[in-house]
């Protein structure tokens, strides 16, 4: 069965830092990409970041570069997101998700990943 288990998230002052985690299992073999995306308060959800599988490919959010970090240790089947520079726009639950293709036009939509972690909140105090 596969899972997608994020941690890390928590509440940080503006300006402040912080570390996702989320470790797949379960099947990985297959996996083409991973990213994490973003759901605000009524809001949609949106892409923050994503990394390819064996190299060659990383992108980041308009809303969010410069400032957040996507990484990859396949040996481990995790990624992470370091998030710098925190801004209370950054609120919401952070999502992780998993890619079994990766057709580049669909890496920033959610429609473009199979499997889907519960989330985890970050809030950002102002």
């Known amino acids: 069965q596969v899972q997608l288990v994020e941690s890390g998230g928590g509440l940080v002052q503006a300006g402040g830092s912080l570390r996702l985690s989320c470790t797949a299992s379960g099947g990985t073999d297959n996996t083409r990409a991973m990213g994490w995306f973003r759901q605000g308060p009524g809001k949609q959800r949106i892409f923050v970041a994503a990394?390819?599988?064996?190299?060659?490919?990383?992108d980041v959010g308009d809303l969010v570069k410069g400032r957040f970090t996507i990484s990859a240790d396949e040996a481990k089947n995790t990624i992470y997101l370091q998030m710098n520079s925190l801004k209370p726009e950054d609120t919401g639950v952070y999502y992780c998700a998993r890619a079994l293709t990766r057709i580049l036009s669909m890496m920033r939509n959610p429609e473009g990943y199979t499997y889907w972690g519960q989330g985890t909140q970050v809030t950002v105090s102002s």
């Open positions: 990394v390819g599988w064996n190299g060659g490919y990383t």
